[in-house]
Every structure is written in C-alpha cells, then in structure tokens.
C-alpha cells in the first residue's frame, strides 16, 4: 500500500471563549483523523496562558495515498479545557479537509484557523499550525499497517498524555 508520512504541528490557539466559571483555563488539542479512533492523539495542557494556549506539538501520521487524494478524509483538531473533578469542557474545533491540504502545497506554516463550535454560531478564537507532507511515497505492507491502513503511527509529546488522560475519561465516565 502506497502511503505517505504527514506531520502537523500544534502551535497555539488565541482568544479563545473562557468557558470556565472558576478557576483557570487549562487548554489542550485531541487531534485525530474523523472515523478512526485509534489516531487520536492529544497534545500537552497548558496551564500557564488560558485562553492563548501554546503548544508547539508535533504530531505524525502515515496515511494511505488515497487519503490525500479524495475527499472527505477530516483531520479534526477539538480543543477542551481540563478539569479536575468533572469531565473536561469542550472549547471549539478546526476541521481540515486532507486533500485541501495537500492540494495547498506539501509544506505550509504558520497558518491561522477558525475555531467553530458545533453547538454555536461565530468564531471562537484562532488556531494557528504548520503541517508537511513528506514528497515521497512510501510502501507499507498489509501486515505492517493498522487501522486498516488509513493512519499507521502517531508520535508526539501528547502520546503519553493521551494515555494517561484516556484512562482518566475511561474512569470518570
């Protein structure tokens, strides 16, 4: 299976709502590819900038080939504030069309989004990234791949978290 290696970077979201009533904002990003839930990855909190969280996460992925040439393959980027004792808070989302991606060019950085809510109308802020496709292609075995294929490995400095707050929501819920 021809497939090809993506990396986006998480930099930092701006002005986003404060949806705490106490407390402080601590914000992270699950990223995933929409309909595959073992490509969810989630990036570090931050603690210290509330409503201007900074990441500068770099997550991978190997995606098959077709990924980035049809449409309809969602790279999902939500955005929540941890809490301590109730169940984390959603913030907004960016939702990226790979193929629209791909088609800007293999490499792209510093690039503003708007965050929208699925439950409200308006703009919740700016996420800012940076994304690169490899220019090459590479060849995976069918025994090599997982997830059928569509997403094959994820590294970052939110895998960790993202098993550790897994577990936690597995917990609370």
């Known amino acids: 299976m021809e497939c090809r290696q993506f990396e986006v970077t998480l930099i930092c979201a701006n002005n986003l709502p404060d949806v705490r009533e106490l407390g402080k904002m601590k914000v992270y990003a699950q990223v995933s590819v929409k309909g595959h839930s073992n490509s969810v990855w989630v990036t570090p909190v931050d603690r210290e900038r509330e409503t201007n969280p900074y990441w500068n996460c770099k997550i991978k992925y190997t995606l098959p080939e077709i990924a980035v040439q049809k449409d309809g393959v969602i790279l999902v980027i939500k955005l929540y504030c941890e809490r301590s004792l109730l169940p984390d808070k959603y913030v ?16 792209q950085e510093n690039l503003e989004y708007d965050v929208d809510r699925n439950d409200a109308d308006g703009i919740f802020g700016k996420l800012k990234l940076s994304y690169d496709f490899a220019k090459t292609k590479i060849t995976v075995s069918k025994s090599e791949s997982s997830l059928r294929g569509q997403v094959l490995e994820a590294v970052g400095h939110g ?12 917990i609370l819920h």
């Open 92 to 107: 907004g989302e960016v939702n990226l069309s790979l193929k629209k991606l791909f088609d800007c060019g293999f490499s």
């Open 159 to 170: 895998v960790l978290h993202a098993v550790i707050h897994g577990a936690i929501h597995i």
